[in-house]
């Protein structure tokens, strides 16, 4: 699969940046079905930093894989904050990782609210001994576009976790 230059780009920095820190990486991915990991992977060299990933489409699959407690479904959503985080949380406890993305979001056509609209996309960085990132985002255009925007979101949050 070919990623637009950007991604690529993004991708080959965040790669470098883990080396550079000597950090191992993994993702916990919804919308995005793997995909930034797939950007990652695409790289050739990448397998001394990314070292698993997780794709947890259902609410099942996040609690048995990544131990997201299901209170916080029902309290506030697969795509909230607080899932996000618990995702990428969850993902450096299962894993042979030290930095962590997670995406969970309405890529569409359906599934959008007034509340949560198609194109809500929330996602979170961590990284062992740092403050987990968070970010919100509601990208424009069809699904491919979102999950386009939501992958290069995801590199640039890993990018920015791995070097602060």
Do not use: W
């Given at each position: 699969?070919?990623?637009p230059?950007t991604?690529?780009?993004?991708?080959?920095?965040?790669?470098?940046a883990?080396?550079?820190?000597?950090?191992?990486l993994?993702?916990?991915?919804?919308?995005?079905?793997?995909?930034?990991?797939?950007?990652?992977?695409?790289i050739a060299?990448?397998?001394?930093?990314?070292?698993?990933?997780?794709?947890t489409?259902?609410?099942?699959?996040?609690?048995?894989?990544?131990?997201?407690?299901?209170?916080?479904?029902?309290?506030?959503?697969?795509?909230s904050e607080?899932?996000?985080?618990?995702?990428?949380e969850?993902?450096?406890?299962?894993?042979?990782?030290?930095?962590?993305?997670?995406?969970?979001?309405?890529?569409?056509p359906?599934?959008?609210?007034e509340?949560?609209?198609?194109?809500?996309?929330?996602?979170?960085?961590?990284?062992?001994?740092?403050?987990?990132?968070?970010?919100?985002?509601?990208?424009?255009?069809?699904?491919?576009a979102?999950?386009?925007?939501?992958?290069?979101a995801?590199?640039?949050?890993?990018?920015?976790?791995?070097?602060?």
């Amino acid at each position: 699969m070919t990623f637009p230059d950007t991604i690529r780009t993004l991708a080959e920095q965040v790669l470098e940046a883990c080396r550079r820190a000597e950090l191992r990486l993994t993702a916990a991915e919804s919308c995005t079905g793997g995909l930034v990991l797939g950007a990652l992977t695409s790289i050739a060299g990448s397998s001394d930093v990314v070292e698993r990933g997780f794709v947890t489409y259902t609410n099942e699959a996040k609690t048995t894989m990544l131990g997201v407690a299901e209170d916080l479904f029902i309290n506030h959503g697969a795509v909230s904050e607080e899932v996000a985080r618990a995702m990428a949380e969850g993902a450096l406890s299962n894993a042979e990782a030290q930095i962590s993305v997670s995406v969970t979001g309405i890529a569409g056509p359906g599934g959008g609210t007034e509340e949560k609209p198609v194109g809500l996309v929330h996602m979170a960085a961590a990284c062992d001994g740092r403050e987990t990132l968070h970010a919100r985002h509601v990208f424009d255009g069809g699904r491919d576009a979102v999950r386009e925007q939501a992958v290069e979101a995801a590199l640039r949050m890993l990018l920015d976790q791995s070097t602060s």
